[in-house]
């Protein structure tokens, strides 16, 4: 009996803890797919009397919201991929020289404000005639991408076992070759988590976008605040388009939650 | 021989290091530099020594918005600590679907910030919002939310531990799957009571973990942004002004970048001397044991 009532204690207290960020994100659901007049109603509707894909149909027709993804997608694949590129080496180096001090540089970039990275590189693209193209947002996203994989990947190249190394040492292999073909193998699933973890914080990224990009530039969140603000248009479509930009990552995070929840807590890190 | 090795690996950080030095630590010295300027972009650019901090100094709007910073971080530290404390001794224990729970619970965190702000800003809303709606069922008068002075600190703090709790729940949930079992069997043998067991043991022993995630809060809450720049803009009037919006203003709104350079380095000193703050509570945590 006693147990009975623990398990009924626990599920409780598990339904308080979840419901807040479930409801949200199912309000969010709910006004995307509702009608303006559902969705304006006082009392709110929460069983519409139709669903309406609508809204969705107003994002792609009315905002050039395909061309918005586009650059979302090159600028968090281009800044996860060059900080792949440089920063997997260089936590290789620096987990096998034990060289953890210099992972001080990062924490300390992790504690400066995004904006004051902005004012002189912002200033220095001006000087350079970069604004207006792509090129400055997948530089400033690198200033979230790189710290990451770094800091996870040089963490996880810390925890390899050294004895293939060894042995590929011992058969004349190169330093490049036993990093190449011996421990970047073996890391990959920390690689792989890393380059997610970075490849969402700069997806979800705000304010290098809202500084640095022109009207053909705009990332995806970037967009869904200047273009669809409240004067504009409705709830709806506002909602709708907020869920579009939102929903790959959740669907990542809840698909390998599990993964991602051991690179989150090896740092603490977060982009921004 | 093996030196040469040794070399060889210095060779894998340099790449790295260039791209740090240009796009984190340029920022670093460039700003530093340009504090001593009074200058606007657009126009010529005078040295002013110190004038641009002496400027900060008996600037009203900048000391109002520390203040607005430290109350807003106060609560979102010390809110997202207690429940993201309780959440991880709650998903600690098993349960069916705790995995897929868990995960939901992570959604927050993970969510696009600027689409969450602008639910929230819908939710908010005086009139048609659904938060209205819900005070109005358990029969307590609407509430401005946001939109009232004296609320929007608070508000944004609500949608800010909504989001970030789930962050420390991850930190001290990693502190709980690595205590040691046998403590716990002891005071199970010994007939300790279930608050003894808390209280005497895994609070002391998760007590490093709260104070790590105490630590990424206070670092994430100074410098807040998305979230106070789409639902409020530091509104209304100036009431949810923190550094980081009033940084943002001068910047990029006034182009100042000579002030606004010197607002991050008031800033960044902020941050430092919190942290500090907070590592020293650490130690002498340790020290009363």
């Known amino acids: 009996m006693k147990k009975l009532l623990d398990r009924l ?54 905002t050039p919201f395909l061309s918005y993804l ?35 540089v990062i924490l300390i970039a992790r504690m400066t404000p995004a904006i004051s990275f902005l004012i002189p590189l912002f200033t220095l693209f001006q000087a350079l005639g970069l604004t207006g193209t792509l090129t400055p947002i997948v530089i400033t996203h690198m200033v979230i991408t790189l710290p990451i994989i770094v800091y996870i990947v040089s963490g996880y190249f810390e925890t390899l076992p050294g004895e293939l190394e060894e042995a590929a040492l011992m058969d004349g292999c190169s330093t490049w070759q036993r990093f190449r073909h011996v ?28 500084v640095l990009a022109g009207r053909a530039t705009r990332t995806l969140p970037v967009a869904i605040y ?43 890190v977060k982009g921004g | 021989m093996l030196h040469a090795k040794r070399s060889a690996l210095y060779w894998f950080i ?30 010529a650019s005078t040295f002013t020594g110190l ?61 696009t910030p600027v689409a969450i702000a602008l639910v929230w800003t819908m939710m908010f809303h005086p009139q048609q919002g659904v938060l209205n709606y819900l005070l109005s069922l358990v029969g307590i008068a609407p509430s401005e939310w946001v939109y009232s002075p004296r609320l929007a600190i608070p508000c944004l703090v609500m949608v800010d531990i909504w989001q970030w709790t789930p962050l420390v729940m991850l930190i001290v949930l990693g502190g709980l799957a690595s205590m040691p079992a046998d403590p716990f069997e002891a005071a199970y043998m010994e007939g300790a009571s279930r608050w003894q067991t808390f209280r005497y043991i895994t609070l002391p022993m998760i007590l490093p973990f709260v104070m790590i995630a105490a630590v990424v809060r206070l670092i994430d809450a100074l410098k807040t942004f998305d979230t106070i720049y789409v639902i409020t803009q530091g509104g209304p009037g100036t009431a949810s002004e923190t ?18 350079s010197a607002v991050v380095v008031v800033f960044f000193v902020i941050v430092v001397a919190l942290s500090l703050m907070l590592f020293w509570m650490r130690e002498r945590s340790k020290w009363n044991d």
């Open chain 1, 9 to 62: 204690g626990l599920a409780f207290v598990v339904l308080v803890l979840v419901s807040p960020a479930a409801s949200v994100f199912l309000w969010m659901l709910s006004l995307s797919l509702k009608t303006e007049t559902d969705n304006l109603a006082y009392p709110p509707v929460f069983i519409p009397s139709s669903v309406t894909l609508a809204n969705f149909r107003a994002v792609f027709e009315q």
């Open chain 1, 70 to 104: 586009l650059n979302s997608i090159v600028v968090s694949g281009l800044a996860t991929l060059i900080a792949l590129a440089v920063g997997v080496p260089a936590a290789y180096g620096i987990a096998r020289l034990k060289a953890r001090k210099l992972l001080l």
């Open chain 1, 183 to 210: 421990a970047m193998p073996l890391a990959r699933p920390g690689i792989t988590v890393a380059a997610i973890l970075a490849f969402i914080f700069s997806w979800n990224n705000f304010v290098f976008g809202a």
């Open chain 1, 226 to 268: 200047n273009v669809l603000t409240f004067e504009q248009i409705a709830w709806g479509p506002l909602a709708a388009a907020a869920l579009l930009v939102t929903a790959p990552v959740l669907l990542l995070t809840l698909v390998i939650q599990k993964e991602i929840v051991g690179g989150l807590t090896a740092g603490g």
């Open chain 2, 14 to 43: 340099v790449p790295a290091l260039i791209a740090i030095t240009a796009i984190i630590a340029f920022p670093w010295a460039f700003t530093l530099w340009m504090s001593l300027f009074d200058w606007k972009i657009g126009s």
């Open chain 2, 51 to 111: 004038g641009n901090y002496v400027a900060l100094l008996t600037d009203r709007r900048f000391i109002e918005a520390i203040g607005h910073t430290l109350f807003f971080t106060l609560l979102a530290v010390i809110g997202p600590l207690l429940l993201g404390t309780v959440a991880a001794l709650v998903f600690n224990q098993k349960f069916p679907l705790r995995g897929f729970v868990r995960g939901l619970f992570t959604l927050p965190m993970m969510a």
């Open chain 2, 243 to 260: 550094i980081n919006l009033y940084l943002y203003l001068q910047a990029f709104s006034f182009y100042q970048v000579g002030k606004a």
